[in-house]
T-cell receptor
Framework: EAGVAQSPRYKIIEKRQSVAFWCNPI?????LYWYQQILGQGPKLLIQ????????DSQLPKDRFSAERLKGVDSTLKIQPAKLEDSAVYLC???????????FGQGTRLTVV | RKEVEQDPGPFNVPEGATVAFNCTYS??????FFWYRQDCRKEPKLLMS???SGNEDGRFTAQLNRASQYISLLIRDSKLSDSATYLC?????????????FGQGTTLQVKP
């Protein structure tokens, strides 16, 4: 069974530039999550989708971050404009249902300089 | 109070030792509990789910104490390969969202 796919693996951008991350969840998984993990901390949920609807985006900085999940499958997360403090690993995860275990992609390591 | 709290450690133990981690959660309505393992510069991977009656998988035992709102992970006969960060994960207790909340992780270093 294919796992969660993410791209790119690494990205370096200058502050105020924009960046987009892509995620393809495990086939059949209705729930998709985007987490932000800063070095030394646990993953912080940015947004959760159930199929193509947003279930929770309470911790998403909506002035600069946006996310969508077209057709309830792939998802993109965008940052525009980026700030230095956005440097982190962005992890996508999916689960069959909400409340069940989540499976993670390898993440995108973003460095903002 | 944080929704999910863990002692960040690090826990430094010799090979063969038994080590235990605790994790407390704030929402008494939480229903799902997990332990994840994260190696350096890798993604978190599910180690085990935590069931009400407690469960064991080889050298790993997980327990849930709903009354005190904590879960624990016990590792027996530690191996060098057990060195990693262990993340406690709890759902937020909402039947609508099922949001999974991570603790900050506990770092384990097993020494020869």
């Amino acid at each position: 069974e294919a796992g969660v796919a993410q791209s790119p693996r690494y990205k370096i951008i200058e502050k105020r530039q924009s960046v987009a991350f892509w995620c393809n969840p495990i086939s059949g998984h209705a729930t998709l999550y985007w987490y932000q993990q800063i070095l030394g901390q646990g993953p912080k949920l940015l947004i959760q989708f159930q199929n193509n609807g947003v279930v929770d985006d309470s911790q998403l900085p909506k002035d600069r971050f946006s996310a969508e999940r077209l057709k309830g499958v792939d998802s993109t997360l965008k940052i525009q404009p980026a700030k230095l403090e956005d440097s982190a690993v962005y992890l996508c995860a999916s689960s069959l249902l909400s409340n069940t275990e989540a499976f993670f992609g390898q993440g995108t390591r973003l460095t903002v300089v | 109070r944080k929704e999910v709290e863990q002692d960040p450690g690090p826990f430094n133990v010799p090979e063969g030792a038994t080590v235990a981690f605790n994790c407390t959660y704030s929402n008494s309505a939480s229903q799902s509990f997990f332990w994840y393992r994260q190696d350096c510069r890798k993604e978190p991977k599910l180690l085990m789910s935590v069931y009400s009656s407690g469960n064991e998988d080889g050298r790993f035992t997980a327990q849930l104490n709903r009354a005190s709102q904590y879960i624990s992970l016990l590792i027996r006969d530690s191996k060098l390969s057990d060195s990693a960060t262990y993340l406690c994960v709890v759902n937020d207790g909402s039947s609508n969202t099922g949001k999974l909340i991570f603790g900050q992780g506990t770092t384990l270093q097993v020494k020869p």
